[in-house]
Structures are given as structure tokens and as C-alpha cells.
Antibody
């Protein structure tokens, strides 16, 4: 079965750190660009960032709102992508989804999401 | 960065109605546009990519059109199961910006 499973969400204080994981199965993870998208409660979808595949030098890109604070990485041997979040702010509170960019360059597989709450 | 503007932000229509949602890019993006459907409490689902190509398994009442800066998602005959928020997204280059969403309800 093709799926993505996120984990690592939780409650963290402002200024704190959290690392999310996204475990993939059922497709060739190593050849796929992986992205993170978030959604605050009652709000729209916001693209967070991406990491490309090895053949594309694992290139990363980030939204301006998280640049310098968030880092995306991957371990192809574990079929897992990561989102390291540092210097968290209350406005980072959201459900975080990992998603795969398909060969048609759209997000065809989504995880179920993991909730991150930044609050004191 | 290119901005994506959807309209309307919400709409209410009757079962069987033709529904049209518009997405406008602040600069040309060729046909690098996707549409997603997100039902309440659910994960987003890809319904159209490359502006007009229907994702496998999506009902044929959904269609997309446009190129450059102006795009349209059409539901030819609205069904109760189509109640959802619809998002456009550009993917020609980072950032892969989403539109603000259009909430579709049944009248």
C-alpha cells in the first residue's frame, strides 16, 4: 500500500524545537521529491518546503515564513523524510502534512498529518 | 514570489448546478497548476494536475482549464459528496504557493 505516515508532533514552548518524521512505503521513495505542507486550524494550506532526490543533489527550498528556522532532510535507507523545526513561534501551530511530488509535478500522496502546538 | 488568488472564497449551490471556481496567478505559470479537494476533517486530495488533466479515479464531472495566469475548476453537476474546500496550487518553481481556497456548500 502506498502511504506516508507522519510522527513527532506535540506541544512545545515558543522558542523550542521539534523534529517531525515522515515514513514512506509502497513507492520508490529515493526517487521522489518530498514536501511539507501545513494547515492552521480553520485556515488554508501553506507550503513549507521541499527536498529533492539524490539525483537532484537533495536540493532544499523553504517558504519565507520558515526560512532559517526549519530544515528538511531525508534518509533514503530508511525511506523517511524529516522536518526539523527550531525557534518555534505560536504562529507555527498547525497540522503538518508530508506529501510526495509525483512525476506529473503535483502532490498525489499525502500523509494523515501530525499536530504541532506551540504554546506556553 | 508569485501569488495565487482564488475566487470566490465560498459559494453555495444546489445539487445539479454547474459550479465554477477561478484561480489567478500574479505572473504566468504556463500550465503548472493543480487543484486539490479537501473535505471537512480530511486530508487534501489531488483532483487535477497540469491545469486540465483529471487525476485517476476522479469523477468526470470535474474539469480544469486555463493557462498562463487564469485558471478554472468546473464541477458540471454538483453532488452532495462534492462539499469541500478546493485549493489551486502552482508548481512551476518554489515556493509552491496555494490559493486561499474556495469553500463549496450545498444550498
Amino acid at each position: 500500500e502506498v502511504q506516508l505516515v507522519e510522527s513527532g508532533g506535540g506541544l512545545v514552548q515558543p522558542g523550542g524545537s521539534l523534529k517531525l518524521s515522515c515514513a514512506a512505503s509502497g513507492f520508490t521513495f529515493s526517487g521522489s521529491a518530498m514536501h511539507w505542507v501545513r494547515q492552521a486550524s480553520g485556515k488554508g494550506l501553506e507550503w513549507v518546503g521541499r527536498i529533492r532526490s539524490k539525483v537532484n543533489t537533495y536540493a532544499t527550498a523553504y517558504a519565507a515564513s520558515v526560512e532559517g528556522r526549519f530544515t528538511i532532510s531525508r534518509d533514503d535507507s530508511k525511506n523517511t523524510a524529516y522536518l526539523q523545526m527550531n525557534s518555534l513561534k505560536t504562529e507555527d501551530t498547525a497540522v503538518y502534512y508530508c506529501t510526495r511530488l509525483s512525476s506529473q509535478y503535483a502532490f498525489d500522496i499525502w500523509g494523515q498529518g501530525t499536530m504541532v502546538t506551540v504554546s506556553s | 514570489d508569485i501569488q495565487m488568488t482564488q475566487s470566490p472564497s465560498s459559494l453555495s449551490a444546489s445539487v445539479g448546478d454547474r459550479v465554477t471556481i477561478t484561480c489567478r496567478a500574479s505572473q504566468g505559470i504556463s500550465n503548472y497548476l493543480a487543484w486539490y479537494q479537501q473535505k471537512p476533517g480530511k486530508v487534501p486530495k489531488l483532483i487535477i494536475y497540469a491545469a486540465s488533466t483529471l487525476q485517476s479515479g476522479v469523477p468526470s464531472r470535474f474539469s480544469g482549464s486555463g493557462s498562463g495566469t487564469d485558471f478554472t475548476l468546473t464541477i458540471s453537476s454538483l453532488q452532495p459528496e462534492d462539499v469541500a474546500t478546493y485549493y489551486c496550487q502552482k508548481y512551476n518553481s518554489a515556493p509552491l504557493t496555494f490559493g486561499g481556497g474556495t469553500k463549496v456548500e450545498i444550498k
